[in-house]
T-cell receptor, first 111, second 115 residues
Framework: DVKVTQSSRYLVKRTGEKVFLECVQD?????MFWYRQDPGLGLRLIYF???????EKGDIPEGYSVSREKKERFSLILESASTNQTSMYLC??????????FGDGTRLSIL | AQSVTQLDSQVPVFEEAPVELRCNYS??????LFWYVQYPNQGLQLLLK??????LVESINGFEAEFNKSQTSFHLRKPSVHISDTAEYFC?????????????FGSGTQLTVLP
């Protein structure tokens, strides 16, 4: 069974901090994705990666960056956290032409 | 670009009643279609998928969805719901964009099953 693990379920940070969200998958998938989920808006794609060291912007990349140094790990970075980045963050992975599999999410609060 | 519309944000229904959650999409290219379910405080789980072949797809827990190309719809149905089906349901379309197949999600439908 595919497992996508996000390092934290809940996280509280202060405005201006640099925040790292980590995601690891165990299925050797080429593609990994970061979404944020907000009530009434569904899931919106922040960034995705189709290979090690490769990344592409999604629909809402502003204020975020990503890192993929190893195939199994995909990190989301909030360079300088702001209160409007308080949200649920979901990581997913998937092979080519295969469904995406999701982690349990990180609920991030920026105070 | 593709988009997904879930027409109902909230669907309350009594236990053992039938339910339909509606999903319409738009895309200029051929797509794959998915329904995901999210239980409280959890990530999304794949419920069922349409990639090709038969337009009627089924899940192991009694849900089914039918791909209707002419109406660009992929509605989710279950003939008799249980309390445990209470969750949020997301419809999604997948199309090649850039270097990977991306998902575009609808805004979700909260299904609440009442005793």
């Amino acid at each position: 069974d595919v497992k996508v693990t996000q390092s934290s379920r809940y996280l509280v940070k202060r405005t201006g901090e640099k925040v790292f969200l980590e995601c690891v998958q165990d299925m050797d998938h080429e593609n990994m994705f970061w979404y944020r989920q907000d009530p009434g808006l569904g899931l919106r794609l922040i960034y995705f990666s189709y290979d090690v060291k490769m990344k592409e912007k999604g629909d809402i990349p502003e204020g975020y960056s990503v890192s993929r140094e190893k195939k199994e790990r995909f990190s989301l970075i909030l360079e300088s956290a702001s209160t409007n980045q308080t949200s649920m963050y979901l990581c997913a992975s998937g092979g080519s032409n295969q469904p995406q599999h999701f982690g349990d999410g990180t609920r991030l609060s920026i105070l | 670009a593709q988009s997904v519309t879930q027409l109902d944000s909230q669907v309350p229904v009594f236990e053992e009643a039938p339910v339909e959650l509606r999903c319409n999409y738009s895309s200029s290219v051929s797509v794959y279609l998915f329904w995901y379910v999210q239980y409280p405080n959890q990530g999304l789980q794949l419920l069922l998928k349409y990639l090709s072949g038969s337009t009627l797809v089924e899940s192991i827990n009694g849900f089914e969805a039918e791909f209707n190309k002419s109406q660009t719809s992929f509605h989710l149905r279950k003939p008799s719901v249980h309390i445990s089906d209470t969750a949020e349901y997301f419809c999604a379309v997948s199309a090649m964009s850039g270097s990977a197949r991306q998902l575009t999600f609808g805004s979700g439908t909260q299904l609440t099953v009442l005793p």
